[in-house]
């Protein structure tokens, strides 16, 4: 079946140039995840919806990023003003559990964003 | 101090060979435990769960030992395609999941 998918794969922004990233999870599941990865790094937490609600937001590196899942499906991370320090690859996880650390999440491909 | 901490490697080695890996963690209030690997400019993908008894699939064995906050990974008659970065992701109560930096194998024929 299809996995969870993600566009754009790559993403070129000028620094101050607002971005959408789009997640579109494994169809039903409930959970669904982002995370910034900087190279030679693992996977840094941003934040977690449970459906449409936004559960926790705690690593959302400042008032410039942005999360929403209006429908409980399909989610967008916005950042607005790009800066340098926002160059990373960008993954979307979902999971058919509640919550983080009960099981499996499933990855998608990520979208590479280059700030120049 | 980072949270979850591993050697970021690289680990070179022949086929065949076994190798382990190590990870530390730092809050002792966490509760699950898991080791996922990622290829090269892919996604990460979940290799196993790791239990308090230790758990063997296959060739790979995951282990650990709460009371040294430390989890490892254990794989046998290493394959070609067993190159990869192995990443350890902890969680803790407050629902946060956190990986390891990853280390970097590459197994040689």
């Known amino acids: 079946g299809a996995g969870v998918s993600q566009s754009p794969r790559y993403k070129v922004a000028k620094r101050g140039q607002d971005v959408a990233l789009r997640c579109d999870p494994i169809s039903g599941h409930v959970s669904l995840f982002w995370y910034q990865q900087a190279l030679g790094q693992g996977p840094e937490f941003l934040t977690y919806f449970q459906n449409e609600a936004q559960l926790d937001k705690s690593g959302l590196p400042s008032d410039r990023f942005f999360a929403e899942r209006p429908e409980g499906s399909v989610s967008t991370l916005k950042i607005q003003r790009t800066q340098q320090e926002d160059s990373a690859v960008y993954l979307c996880?979902?999971?058919?559990?509640?919550?983080?650390?009960?099981?499996?999440?499933?990855f998608g491909p990520g979208t590479r964003l280059t700030v120049t | 101090r980072k949270e979850v901490e591993q050697d970021p490697g690289p680990f070179n080695v022949p086929e065949g060979a076994t190798v382990a890996f190590n990870c530390t963690y730092s809050?002792?209030?966490?509760?699950?435990f898991f080791w996922y690997r990622q290829d090269c400019r892919k996604e990460p993908k979940l290799l196993m769960s790791?239990?308090?008894s230790g758990n063997e699939d296959g060739r790979f064995t995951a282990q650990l030992n709460r009371a040294s906050q430390y989890i490892s990974l254990l794989i046998r008659d290493s394959k070609l395609s067993d190159s990869a970065t192995y990443l350890c992701v902890v969680n803790s109560n407050n629902n946060d999941m956190r990986f390891g930096a990853g280390t970097r194998l590459t197994v040689k024929p």
């Open positions: 790791v239990y308090s």
């Open positions: 809050n002792s209030a966490s509760q699950s």
């Open positions: 996880a979902s999971s058919s559990l509640r919550g983080q650390g009960l099981g499996e999440q499933y």
